[in-house]
């Protein structure tokens, strides 16, 4: 009797879901239907970087600077070592381009290095837009008109960044350390014809202070799409090729004031050879 019963609920349960599952009206798309959502274009959503949180600095004691030397470096986008910083889905010239613009990122005057002049919205925008006349005629009367466009400025004609950095000796830790303290990106400006004539830096970012932001693009990594590396790891852990193009020196020139060529290259080699010796004979001595 009771093995009939739990046939009997065994039975009717399953034609009950059944007719059930029948009756739900299928889903028919339509003109005035919500649109769906964007597909995601991954496997999943990515939230590491948004939720990363950047360490801040040390701050050593003045005492314990036993030895510094600041040093200006360019780092050529065009080297092979350097093309993750024009991936073309988001290039690094277009993420702090972006960020001046939001306002997110403080951004400086270029009239010096030292951070002491923020531009304004008015100013940075001029640097931004490029204000041009086009002649045009009315195909009526075939008079001509001039026109005025405004054309943005293009992230991919950025092709260089300058970095400005402190290489220091903390006697505390007893270790060389080297601190980024500016960047700059620099635009290539070419002629009517595409011929090119000078380059033009836009403005300085203070580096410390634009960290965090960084963190949260990631950075394309050559075999590794899932890579979680970010942009504020791919600048601590110097993952780019560059070259010096000053010192600090008591002219404060720039070493193609006075040298050009591979003379001006083996220079830049010198520097970084002096500071890597300096802490290199301080421990074999």
């Known amino acids: 009797m009771k093995f009939q019963l739990k046939l009997f609920l065994f039975i009717f349960c399953s034609v009950f879901s059944l007719v059930a599952y029948s009756q739900v009206p299928e889903t028919i798309k339509t003109e005035s239907s919500t649109p769906a959502e964007t597909p995601l274009d991954d496997i999943v959503e990515r939230t590491i970087n948004v939720e990363k949180r ?3 600095y040390d701050n050593p004691r ?9 040093v200006w470096r360019v780092i ?23 960020g001046a613009k939001e306002g997110k990122l403080t951004v400086y005057s270029t009239s010096d290095d030292k951070f002491t002049n923020p531009l304004t919205a008015a100013q940075l925008e001029s640097k931004l837009v490029k204000i041009d006349t086009v002649p045009t005629f009315d195909p009526e009367t075939y008079e001509e008109s001039i026109k005025i466009v405004q054309n943005e400025i293009n992230e ?12 220091y000796f903390d006697s505390e830790t007893s270790a060389m350390k080297v601190r980024i303290l500016g960047l700059s990106p620099i ?12 380059e033009e830096p836009m403005f300085w970012v203070y580096y410390p202070n634009i960290r965090e932001e960084l963190a949260k693009h ?4 050559e075999g590794n799409d899932a890579s979680p590396l970010t942009w504020e790891d791919f600048m601590e852990m110097r993952f780019f090729s560059s070259y010096v193009y000053k010192e600090s020196n008591v002219k404060d020139n720039r070493l ?15 520097i970084k050879a002096d500071i890597f010796n300096w802490e290199h004979d301080l421990w074999q001595y």
Do not use: H
């Open 54 to 56: 950047v360490l801040k």
């Open 62 to 70: 003045e005492a314990d600077l036993m030895w510094e030397k600041r």
């Open 76 to 98: 050529d986008l065009r080297e092979k070592m350097n093309f993750p910083f024009s991936y073309p889905e988001e290039t690094f010239a277009g993420i702090l381009l972006k």
């Open 156 to 167: 991919n004609d950025f092709r260089r960044i300058r970095i400005k950095e402190i290489w």
């Open 187 to 198: 635009r290539d400006v070419f002629d009517d014809n595409g011929n090119f004539k000078y």
């Open 218 to 221: 990631r950075v394309f990594m």
């Open 256 to 270: 193609g004031d006075y040298l050009s060529g591979v003379d001006l290259l083996m220079e830049g080699e010198r």
